[in-house]
């Protein structure tokens, strides 16, 4: 029983110094920029240079597009799947997995295959265009997140029943998704969105690609030529993320109880 | 008079499976109309095809003279109480109530006031801040049924509407609906699988089996003179009695059926009648039913309080009139 104890503690101990001990020290270096004493120097230079402003505020833009677009994607089809076609819920899962397993680098050379300026669909043609692209390609990475999320949230709600109650009130379809269903999955909705945005923040791959610039571009260009600025841009991008699961958490507790499952 | 709903040879089938199968039914305008059935028998489909949730595979359905096959649920002039009732949890119940109008682009002002005006009448005046979590099972039920009525609908379907709430209450919905209905004079189509409901409450009574309609008539008739041996058992528990124990008894040879309340049990072993054993004694209060054995033969009987009740094993004779044995249509 007690030797069962050590060793757990032991784990969670070494758990705990292999995720934490590299963090501080990113943390401690990143206050090093001023010889012989820590000062915040590394941050000031970061958040004041315009650059960052830039690629921070794009990559924002491009985040709430994608959460938009996954929004319009993901409610109605898992709504649907639900409510009529509950026997192809194994596919869409399945498909909504793929992003998982196809890394980024293969979805962004097919996007550069398939829609160059030369192509029926030049997406790549013009910056607007590869925005666009830019979107669609994040709100696939974030399929897998935001399908879940709102389909846990749907499982808690009577779909059916409540669209009858709006159908035969004389709701269409759009009134019944739009005023019925979102409203009361808008909690996992909104957890969905927060970590699609933390995805988008950090996203690489797809942005230097196609290269736009975005946030992720901008950390790994500050890493390759300075010394104490990518230290505090890792701290900065790791409170945004860290933000981002800390309003889940608040936002889940604050989920709205099914007036048929009242407790 | 064109009828509020009527079904001519409507089916609805579920590949394999006859939900409902070629059902003729009329109800009249005004009519508090129960559907009366056990569980898969058919009754819940047939409100959903008035309803509009479903369509029938064959046949047609009329709601006030109009055919209702491919018209959308909100343009057929009926509205829903659902089993679980159904509100809108992210609503409040005013806006709930009124939700029927905002769909329709009523003002919010007027809304609301016909929202309150609905809510008065299901007697839940000031509730309209609530939200639907912070009310119990009755009151939601209250406000399902004001959401309902706020459209003006000329059908009111009721889905087991009290199957969730308990006995007492359940007791003073059944009154509350009956006064609602005579003062609104809607037609009222209820389902349920609660013959003692289906019988106080409704003016005419359809009761399901296998997606057929067993009989249809007013409570009494049902319960006194049921059409075949499953009218007798499932409403009310009847004795349902063999072709040959009728043939002895009343002459005919055909099925019958006796209510145990029409049982007079006799502890005098020389008088007249038919010799029975006390099998075993349920107290129920203001009576006590008794399961006996005639000639292998399962009878129930029930003895009123204040009378003497023969002891488990106790050889009685068990008498009734004549004309209370109830001759059923069923051949033998």
Same mark, same amino acid.
């Given at each position: 029983?007690?030797?069962?104890?050590?060793?757990?503690?032991?784990?969670?101990?070494?758990?705990?110094?292999?995720?934490?001990?590299?963090?501080?020290?990113?943390?401690?270096?990143?206050?090093?920029?001023?010889?012989?004493?820590?000062?915040?120097?590394?941050?000031?230079?970061?958040?004041?240079?315009?650059?960052?402003?830039?690629?921070?505020?794009?990559?924002?833009?491009?985040?709430?597009?994608?959460?938009?677009?996954?929004?319009?994607?993901?409610?109605?089809?898992?709504?649907?799947?639900?409510?009529?076609?509950?026997?192809?819920?194994?596919?869409?899962?399945?498909?909504?997995?793929?992003?998982?397993?196809?890394?980024?680098?293969?979805?962004?050379?097919?996007?550069?295959?398939?829609?160059?300026?030369?192509?029926?669909?030049?997406?790549?043609?013009?910056?607007?265009?590869?925005?666009?692209?830019?979107?669609?390609?994040?709100?696939?990475?974030?399929?897998?997140?935001?399908?879940?999320?709102?389909?846990?949230?749907?499982?808690?709600?009577?779909?059916?029943?409540?669209?009858?109650?709006?159908?035969?009130?004389?709701?269409?379809?759009?009134?019944?998704?739009?005023?019925?269903?979102?409203?009361?999955?808008?909690?996992?909705?909104?957890?969905?969105?927060?970590?699609?945005?933390?995805?988008?923040?950090?996203?690489?791959?797809?942005?230097?690609?196609?290269?736009?610039?975005?946030?992720?571009?901008?950390?790994?260009?500050?890493?390759?030529?300075?010394?104490?600025?990518?230290?505090?841009?890792?701290?900065?991008?790791?409170?945004?993320?860290?933000?981002?699961?800390?309003?889940?958490?608040?936002?889940?507790?604050?989920?709205?109880?099914?007036?048929?499952?009242?407790? | 008079?064109?009828?509020?709903?009527?079904?001519? /040879?409507?089916? %609805? @089938?579920?590949? &394999?499976?006859? !939900?409902?199968?070629? +059902?003729? *039914?009329?109800?009249?305008? $005004?009519?508090?109309?129960?559907?009366?059935?056990?569980?898969?028998?058919?009754?819940?489909?047939?409100?959903?095809?008035?309803?509009?949730?479903?369509?029938?595979?064959?046949?047609?359905?009329?709601?006030?003279?109009?055919?209702?096959?491919?018209?959308?649920?909100?343009?057929?002039?009926?509205?829903?109480?659902?089993?679980?009732?159904?509100?809108?949890?992210?609503?409040?119940?005013?806006?709930?109530?009124?939700?029927?109008?905002?769909?329709?682009?009523?003002? /919010?002002?007027? %809304? @609301?006031?016909? &929202?309150?005006? !609905?809510?008065?009448? +299901?007697? *839940?005046?000031?509730?309209? $801040?609530?939200?639907?979590?912070?009310?119990?099972?009755?009151?939601?039920?209250?406000?399902?049924?004001?959401?309902?009525?706020?459209?003006?609908?000329?059908?009111?379907?009721?889905?087991?509407?009290?199957?969730?709430?308990?006995?007492?209450?359940?007791?003073?919905?059944?009154?509350?609906?009956?006064?609602?209905?005579?003062?609104?004079?809607?037609?009222?189509?209820?389902?349920?699988?609660?013959?003692?409901?289906?019988?106080?409450?409704?003016?005419?009574?359809?009761?399901?089996?296998?997606?057929?309609?067993?009989?249809?008539?007013?409570?009494?008739?049902?319960?006194?003179?049921?059409?075949?041996?499953?009218?007798?058992?499932?409403?009310?528990?009847?004795?349902?009695?063999?072709?040959?124990?009728?043939?002895?008894?009343?002459?005919?040879?055909?099925?019958?059926?006796?209510?145990?309340?029409?049982?007079?049990?006799?502890?005098?072993?020389?008088?007249?009648?038919?010799?029975?054993?006390?099998?075993?004694?349920?107290?129920?209060?203001?009576?006590?039913?008794?399961?006996?054995?005639?000639?292998?033969?399962?009878?129930?009987?029930?003895?009123?309080?204040?009378?003497?009740?023969?002891?488990?094993?106790?050889?009685?004779?068990?008498?009734?009139?004549?004309?209370?044995?109830?001759?059923?249509?069923?051949?033998?």
């Amino acid at each position: 029983m007690k030797t069962g104890r050590f060793w757990a503690w032991l784990v969670f101990g070494l758990g705990t110094a292999y995720f934490f001990i590299p963090l501080i020290a990113t943390f401690e270096f990143s206050l090093r920029m001023r010889r012989g004493e820590y000062s915040f120097d590394a941050y000031r230079v970061v958040l004041g240079d315009s650059r960052f402003q830039e690629t921070f505020a794009y990559s924002v833009t491009v985040a709430v597009f994608t959460i938009l677009l996954g929004v319009l994607l993901v409610v109605p089809t898992a709504y649907w799947i639900r409510l009529r076609m509950p026997h192809l819920r194994p596919v869409v899962e399945f498909i909504t997995l793929l992003p998982l397993v196809i890394p980024a680098i293969v979805i962004v050379f097919g996007y550069i295959r398939m829609y160059g300026s030369n192509s029926p669909l030049p997406f790549l043609g013009s910056a607007r265009g590869t925005d666009a692209l830019l979107v669609i390609g994040y709100a696939t990475l974030a399929l897998p997140y935001m399908y879940r999320a709102v389909d846990t949230g749907l499982r808690t709600i009577d779909v059916r029943t409540l669209t009858e109650a709006a159908q035969i009130l004389g709701a269409g379809w759009t009134t019944i998704i739009a005023r019925v269903i979102l409203p009361n999955v808008l909690i996992a909705v909104l957890s969905g969105a927060f970590l699609t945005f933390a995805i988008v923040i950090g996203e690489f791959t797809l942005a230097s690609l196609l290269n736009r610039p975005a946030f992720g571009p901008y950390l790994q260009n500050i890493g390759a030529n300075r010394a104490y600025e990518p230290a505090a841009l890792a701290v900065i991008a790791f409170a945004i993320t860290w933000g981002c699961m800390s309003v889940i958490q608040i936002l889940a507790r604050f989920a709205p109880k099914s007036a048929n499952r009242p407790n | 008079m064109t009828p509020a709903v009527a079904f001519q /040879k409507t089916s %609805r @089938h579920f590949g &394999a499976v006859r !939900a409902v199968d070629a +059902v003729d *039914l009329e109800i009249k305008p $005004g009519e508090f109309f129960a559907m009366l059935g056990p569980s898969g028998s058919g009754k819940t489909t047939c409100l959903r095809l008035i309803a509009g949730f479903e369509q029938p595979t064959s046949g047609s359905i009329s709601i006030f003279g109009e055919r209702a096959e491919g018209v959308p649920p909100y343009r057929r002039n009926v509205n829903t109480v659902f089993q679980d009732y159904a509100l809108f949890p992210h609503l409040n119940v005013l806006d709930n109530v009124a939700y029927g109008l905002m769909v329709k682009g009523v003002g /919010k002002d007027e %809304r @609301h006031r016909a &929202a309150e005006d !609905a809510l008065r009448l +299901v007697q *839940l005046p000031g509730y309209g $801040g609530r939200k639907p979590g912070q009310l119990s099972g009755g009151q939601r039920q209250r406000v399902a049924l004001a959401r309902a009525l706020v459209n003006k609908p000329k059908v009111l379907l009721l889905d087991e509407p009290l199957g969730a709430l308990d006995l007492k209450l359940r007791e003073s919905m059944q009154e509350e609906l009956k006064q609602l209905q005579k003062a609104l004079g809607i037609t009222f189509v209820f389902v349920t699988h609660d013959q003692g409901e289906a019988l106080s409450m409704a003016d005419r009574v359809a009761v399901f089996n296998d997606g057929r309609i067993m009989q249809v008539g007013a409570p009494e008739e049902i319960y006194q003179r049921p059409a075949s041996r499953f009218v007798a058992d499932f409403v009310g528990s009847s004795n349902v009695l063999p072709p040959d124990f009728v043939q002895r008894h009343a002459g005919q040879r055909r099925w019958g059926s006796l209510r145990p309340e029409q049982i007079r049990v006799g502890r005098d072993k020389s008088g007249d009648g038919v010799a029975a054993r006390v099998l075993s004694r349920h107290y129920l209060g203001a009576a006590t039913k008794l399961a006996l054995d005639v000639e292998g033969l399962r009878l129930h009987a029930t003895v009123p309080s204040g009378t003497a009740v023969p002891e488990d094993g106790e050889h009685v004779v068990l008498s009734f009139n004549r004309d209370q044995l109830h001759l059923m249509e069923e051949q033998a």
